[in-house]
């Protein structure tokens, strides 16, 4: 089972911050917080991951929560592209086990 | 970056028919590859997770003799759908982890 929980549904103006959260109140603390998104009948792709500091790469950011309970992607110039579902999972660093999705967050970002 | 190939992109087959789907690691040896089925609207579900040169685990309520699994090099494993029902049209993914977990780009089954 997931062992995250994230809105069902967000919107964001075109150009805004969209920022996503998660929470992961279950999270060990040798577990990482993972976030991809799905765009419409395309196989996932990788946005950012962490394990307690704040994250940043050229998609997006990663804000976790000091006690690591929660966190929040944050998509600075959100564009139509944007648009997707956006999971967040929590998962140990050891290799070879799957991910586990939950039911995301589906983003519509609105021109 | 790591890539995964899927094949094919999308496939129309006749009940009763089966349906062979491949996953090739392009850039990158895999000894595990994960597969997935994605129902419209819903979320990824983990079918199995095929290991190079032994048997495939399969999740609860995967029936392992319809959905068969190969993996017989570190770059390709493959998922055939045995005898296909209209119930099995899905969208089905396949994953492989190099530095991270990268997804192939799906294949729609559409079960006639």
């Known amino acids: 089972d997931a062992k995250t929980t994230q809105p069902p549904s967000m919107d964001c103006a075109e150009g805004r911050a969209a920022n996503l959260p998660c929470n992961h109140s279950?999270?060990?603390?040798?577990?990482?917080v993972y976030w991809y998104r799905q765009i419409h009948s395309q196989g996932p792709q990788y946005i950012i991951h962490g394990l307690k500091n704040n994250e940043t790469n050229e998609m997006a950011s990663l804000i976790i929560t000091e006690d690591r309970k929660s966190s929040t992607l944050i998509l600075p110039h959100a564009t139509l592209r944007d648009t997707a579902v956006y999971y967040c999972?929590?998962?140990?660093?050891?290799?070879?086990?799957?991910?586990?999705f939950g039911k995301g967050t589906r983003l519509s970002v609105i021109a | 970056g790591a890539v995964v190939s899927q094949h094919p992109s999308r496939v129309i087959c006749k009940s009763g028919t089966s349906v062979k789907i491949e996953c090739r690691s392009l850039?990158?040896?895999?000894?595990?590859m994960f597969w997935y089925r994605q129902f419209p609207k819903q979320s990824l579900m983990l079918m199995a997770t095929?290991?190079?040169?032994?048997?495939?685990?399969?999740e609860q309520g995967v029936e392992k003799d319809k959905f068969l699994i190969n993996h017989a090099s570190l770059t390709l494993s493959t998922l055939t759908v045995t005898s296909a029902h209209p119930e099995d049209s899905s969208f089905y993914i396949c994953s492989a982890e190099q530095h991270g977990y990268t997804f192939g780009s799906g294949t729609r089954l559409t079960v006639v």
């Open positions: 999972i929590v998962r140990g660093i050891s290799g070879n086990t799957p991910l586990v």
């Open positions: 279950t999270i060990s603390g040798n577990e990482y």
């Open positions: 850039d990158f040896q895999a000894t595990t």
């Open positions: 095929s290991n190079e040169g032994s048997k495939a685990t399969y």
